[in-house]
């Protein structure tokens, strides 16, 4: 039915982080040794620094690097992004970049799965990640990173780089290096980045028609050095930068800036004048994202009955009329959008279509039903 259809649509999405389970259950059981080990001074400040170095990592490598290319560098500090990314347990670098870059392209279609909205909030922030379904990735998606050989191997050895960093903890700082430097700081690491998945879709402002839950969210900005300026980068993938105005504080873009200026990072996008004031034109898949939106805040069923009513005594309807009168006019459809928030330029186009998905819906809902003779 087209009606669950336009749900799944709307809801429906997936995002940016992508953990194996096993070393997620294994990292937290870990922690249990804090209370045997103890806290040390040392330890602490070890945990603090690798969740901000591995949260560095994550954003600026995983994520705004070797999933959207966001920016350029050499192949040795491509390869120390990997590396550093590898060491917060979050699987591989080519099936990480291969499932975000899958998430932005199918984002919405039922292909993605934990959307807050549908499942819940705590399935969305970790219960997904037992779904064995999730763990697939497309390597045909990432044949670009691919072609490096030292990160296939990187990705055939995704646990080394963290099993490594556990060893570094424990000599340095012994079994409370260990507990809490790294074991502590990795659980700490899921659950900040966890929730761009969870939070940053409920909690929020949208700035931006993205037809999806994505939200600005200032705190989730600061935990994840940017990242929480979700909505932002729904609306423009491209951008190195995630924070769009000065107030909106990215840990992670000031510090490729400073790398930039002495030339270990270079080429790096900041989003244009019209994508800043919203007047960008919506893609031809963000404009049925938002009309399948659009579409579901009206009842199907009673346009239906409504339609089944009027043309009782035709034998036919023609639904490729976009005039059909039962159908919401394009009027009432642009004050529907205009009110879901945000501008854009692309509003009769999203109006037309939303017209068309309703149409459609209603003829389905005919034909299951028809109209008596
Ligand atoms: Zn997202
Ligand atoms: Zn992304």
Not at 67 to 95: C, N
Not at 123 to 147: P, Q
Not at 151 to 166: S, T
Not at 337 to 351: K, N
Request: glycine fraction near 6%; hydrophobic fraction near 45%.
């Amino acid at each position: 039915m087209l009606t669950q259809t336009v749900r799944f649509d709307a809801e429906h999405h997936d995002d940016i982080v992508y953990p194996s389970a096993i070393p997620f259950l294994l990292v937290h059981l870990a922690t249990v040794g804090i209370l045997w080990s103890g806290v040390t001074w040392t330890a602490v400040t070890m945990c603090v620094g690798l969740y901000v170095l591995r949260m560095f990592a994550i954003t600026a490598g995983f994520h705004r690097y070797f999933s959207h290319r966001s920016y350029d560098t050499s192949r040795a500090f491509q390869f120390v992004l990997a590396f550093v990314s590898q060491m917060s347990l979050q699987k591989g670098v080519l099936w990480w970049a291969a499932k975000h870059r899958h998430h932005h392209k199918y984002s919405d279609t039922v292909e993605d799965v934990h959307s807050p909205g549908l499942h819940g909030f705590l399935f969305s922030h970790v219960g997904w990640i037992f779904a064995t379904k999730r763990g697939v990735a497309d390597y045909d998606m990432v044949r670009d990173l691919a072609a490096y050989p030292e990160l296939r191997w990187l990705e055939k050895n995704k646990h080394l780089p963290g099993i490594l960093l556990a060893v570094v903890c424990f000599l340095v700082a012994g079994w409370p290096g260990l507990f809490v430097g790294f074991f502590l700081s990795t659980a700490i690491l899921y659950h900040g980045t966890f929730a761009i998945n969870s939070l940053a879709h409920c909690f929020g402002r949208q700035r931006y028609l993205t037809g999806d839950d994505s939200r600005n969210n200032w705190w989730l900005a600061l935990i994840t050095l940017g990242e929480g300026w979700h909505n932002n980068h729904h609306y423009y993938q491209v951008s190195t930068r995630q924070g769009f105005r000065w107030y909106e504080v990215d840990v992670t873009y000031y510090l490729l800036k400073a790398l930039s200026w002495v030339g270990i990072v270079w080429n790096l996008h900041t989003p244009p004048a019209e994508v800043l004031l919203g007047e960008r034109r919506l893609s031809r898949r963000a404009i049925d994202k938002v009309a399948y939106r659009l579409a579901a805040t009206f009842h199907v069923e009673s346009l239906a009955e409504q339609a089944r009513e009027a043309w009782s005594h035709k034998p036919h309807i023609d639904w490729s009329d976009i005039h059909l009168p039962h159908l919401p006019s394009l009027d009432e459809l642009k004050r529907r959008a205009s009110e879901m928030a945000l501008r854009t330029p692309s509003l009769d186009e999203v109006a037309q279509r939303a017209r068309e998905i309703l149409a459609e819906a209603v003829a389905q809902r005919l034909a299951q039903v028809p109209v008596p003779a």
